[in-house]
């Protein structure tokens, strides 16, 4: 075994992705401390759980797991910080009639800020974690981000919120392979981690659906009110706008000659915007908040480029326009049907992942 | 500065005395006879039993009737306070129970299991800031049909000694049981049951150079009481199970070796923690120490670092090879505030903010320099990481 006299911390999850993770820095010869995060939930509403990232079960595999690697493992309390942070941008972004990305503004805060912080205050060298993505370092020295390599796994979606500084401070050392020759690695190095099923709900609300957790946090935005045509007509009453996303079509209990579709929301007169299919596609949108992977806003330059518009969604060609520091407009080719604001705008040139913002309201758009 | 491996956590545990060991050794293999056995296999292992009762009534001043071996500390507080409880109150004699709230959890949430689910009820004495119940309010909570009065002798986060003495003399004077959990005593403070007056009184092996799983009840002659644990007739059908020859033998053995010795290793014990004190004291602001000045275990060190978590800092500490403890230390990053300092008067942030450093017969004077430097270094970097984190 090699020695590279580095430090690492590696975030664990009791997962494969994480705990491969964490094997292959130890085989590397890094020293490496396994942490975890205790990320915060509602334990006090009904029928909550613990939060699904850091179940009993699941730190007490990372933990196994830690002790079989033989390094240590520490829990790292994060509840506070992720509430102020993570949960209360949820909550706004649905009293403002968006759908928000909560994992973005997670490694936005927490994994790439507060982990990242106490990370390096234990004197480690780099943060790890067990996501499909790639950093390389160019001939110039700057830190590029490229999706995993195994297209399928792709996380480079939900890191798109990081910097140069960030990068050079991070390792992925999964991102390098396909998701089946990680199952392999876990064998290799003996580690039994259970194959949990990905679930798509929010870390934070245990077994609740999101609903129920506005209905306790946010019970204003729950409330009923018109559902209108672009024109202003009123065609019926919706259940509150959180109940609701862009390009929805069942569950409207609205009559009228041409299927409907949720098209855009305005929460300061709590309306839900619907129209035809036709209203809905649309082949432009602006992203704020844009964060630029090389820490330089190419301003008033235009270009052609990929854009990802969800974190399963497959990259569209497009042009984009740099506006500002922080804005991006982006001109697809074709229309797309589910533009929804509050989730990513994130920018490829091929592998490389150039940056990422938040998809702004449509009436902010025009 | 070079990393070193300094071990600050024996109130937690203690390593096993190396003549310890060598005591208990025949007892696994050779001598390995059941000691409630009627033959000679069993008569040797019933000798050894007896033998370490009686060196142990030596330095109790009690009689060999009066020791009761159990697995450690906690069985002890369970098998005092249910046991006695459970006896007194079919007796008659009342079903209120008093107590403190700096006590091991091994006698709290006993005492609360039996107020939850057996119909007695308590009365928790309150404590000064320094960690000290006072004295007249415990005379003003007997009521008469109080049975039993339990209050620890050293507490285990802040190290503060309780005045047992004169605690026991009240409740001997209104007829009240008194029971100490002396776990964290043993070893260092003296355990003689008549200068302490206590009717009954918790030991464990592990705190004082002796194996782990085995420990201790003195039980006054006339104190009634019956097993937690049922089955036969072992230690005078007080707590049943198989009787833990080795264990036994090893916890008498690292008795004597304490007792025999005590003057020089408290004086040790209190050196390397002074020096620890004032070092970590005197090195940076917004740093005290909790618990008693003075009125404090020989080995104990507990501080309260303002601004600094405490699970954070065993972290930074576990890094850097020391080895420590907090009173919100939890594995599972879901800390609560020490219970113990919020009793005291201590906020929330603060009972947030603990370190207990405890010293050991091995600690030298190189250690407590080293920890020093490694507190003082890692409580920086986390004031530090505290401004940067909230201004992100």
């Known amino acids: ?106 490694n936005r805060h927490i994994r790439f800020d507060y982990l990242l912080n106490n990370a390096l205050a ?128 069942k569950g409207l209990g609205l009559s009228y000659k041409d299927p409907l579709y949720v098209i855009a929301m305005n929460p300061y007169r709590n309306a839900l915007i619907v129209g035809t299919r036709d209203q809905l596609g649309k082949d432009e949108l602006v992203a704020t908040r844009f964060n630029w992977v090389s820490d330089e806003a190419p301003v008033g330059e235009s270009f052609a480029a990929q854009v990802k518009i969800r974190y399963k969604a497959k990259a569209q060609p497009a042009n984009v326009t740099v506006r500002s520091e922080s804005e991006i407009h982006v001109r697809f080719d074709e229309l797309q049907r589910d533009i929804t604001p509050g989730q990513g705008a994130v920018v490829y040139d091929g592998e490389i992942c150039l940056g990422g913002g938040i998809i702004q309201s449509a009436d902010v758009a025009n | ?37 009627i033959h000679q296999f069993g008569r040797q292992a019933e000798r050894a039993i007896e ?75 309150p404590v000064d800031e320094l960690g000290q119940v006072s004295i007249i309010s415990l005379e003003d909570a007997i009521r008469d049909d109080t049975i039993l009065t339990s209050i620890v002798y050293a507490n285990n986060e802040i190290g503060t000694l309780s005045p047992l003495t004169q605690l026991a003399e009240i409740t001997q004077k209104h007829h009240v049981a008194f029971h100490t959990d002396a776990v964290q005593a043993g070893g260092q403070m003296t355990l003689d049951v008549e200068e302490l007056g206590v009717d009954m009184l918790s030991l464990s092996a592990h705190k ?81 120490l909790s618990g008693h000045p003075t009125e404090r275990l020989p080995s104990h060190a507990s501080f309260v670092f303002d601004g600094v978590d405490g699970n954070k800092l065993l972290m930074h500490l576990d890094m850097k090879g020391v080895a420590g403890s907090s009173g919100s230390a939890c594995k599972t990053g879901n800390p609560e505030p020490s219970g113990v300092l919020l009793a005291l008067g201590y906020d929330r942030q603060k009972a947030l903010s603990s370190l207990r450093l405890t010293v050991g017969l091995h600690t030298t004077q190189e250690d407590v320099e080293y920890a020093i430097r490694a507190v003082s270094e890692s409580v920086t970097t986390l004031r530090k990481l505290n401004s940067t984190v909230k201004s992100s």
């Open chain 1, 1 to 106: 075994m090699t020695s590279v006299d580095k430090r690492v911390v590696v975030a664990m999850s009791g997962g494969v992705d994480s705990s491969v993770a964490a094997a292959l820095l130890v085989e590397q010869g890094y020293e490496v401390i396994g942490m975890m995060m205790r990320l915060w939930s509602d334990e006090a509403m009904g029928g909550a759980d613990h939060n699904r990232c850091c179940t009993p079960e699941q730190m007490a595999d990372a933990e196994r797991i830690a002790n079989h690697l033989g390094i240590p493992f520490y829990v790292l309390d994060t509840k506070d910080v992720f509430r102020a942070t993570v949960v209360e941008y949820f909550i706004n972004g649905h009293r403002q009639g968006i759908t928000p990305n909560p994992c973005m503004e997670c």
């Open chain 1, 122 to 249: 234990l004197d480690a060298d780099y943060l790890a974690t067990g996501h499909y993505a790639r950093i390389h370092q160019a001939e110039s020295g700057k830190f590029v981000l490229k999706s995993g390599i195994d297209d399928n796994k792709d996380q480079s979606y939900v890191l798109s919120v990081m910097g140069q500084e960030q990068l050079s401070q991070t390792l992925f050392p999964v991102g390098e392979y396909p998701k089946h020759e990680v199952r392999a690695l876990a064998a290799k190095f003996g580690l039994r981690v259970e194959s949990k099923k990905d679930s798509q709900d929010l870390c934070f609300l245990g077994k609740n659906d999101y609903r129920d957790f506005l209905e306790v946090h946010a019970p204003e935005i729950m409330q009923p009110g018109p559902i209108v045509f672009r024109d202003g007509t009123q065609i019926g009453e919706h259940h509150g706008l959180a109940n609701y996303t862009i390009g929805q079509r």
């Open chain 2, 1 to 37: 500065m070079t990393k070193r491996n300094v071990y600050l956590d024996h109130s937690a545990t203690t390593p096993t005395d190396p003549r310890v060991v060598e005591a208990m050794l025949p007892y696994f293999s050779e001598h390995f006879g059941n000691a409630s056995s």
């Open chain 2, 51 to 125: 033998d370490a009762r009686q060196t142990i009534t030596n330095i109790l001043n009690c009689q060999p009737n009066e020791i009761v071996f159990t697995s450690g500390g906690s069985e002890s507080d369970n098998l005092a306070i249910r046991g006695f409880a459970t006896v007194a109150r079919a007796a008659g004699k009342g079903n209120h129970i008093i107590t403190s709230p700096v006590e091991h959890p091994a006698v709290t949430r006993t005492i609360q299991q039996l107020v939850d689910y057996a119909g007695f009820t308590s009365t928790i004495l």
């Open chain 2, 208 to 288: 004082f150079y002796g194996p782990k799983g085995v420990g201790l009840l003195y039980v006054r002659d006339g104190i009634d009481l019956i097993p937690s644990q049922s089955g036969g007739s072992h230690e005078r059908g007080r707590r049943a199970g198989t009787q833990n020859t080795p264990g036994i033998v090893g916890m008498a053995k690292a008795l004597e070796l304490a007792y025999s010795d005590r003057d020089a290793r408290i004086q040790h014990l209190a050196q390397m923690r002074d020096q620890l004190i004032d070092g970590i004291l005197s090195g940076f602001s917004h740093s005290h």
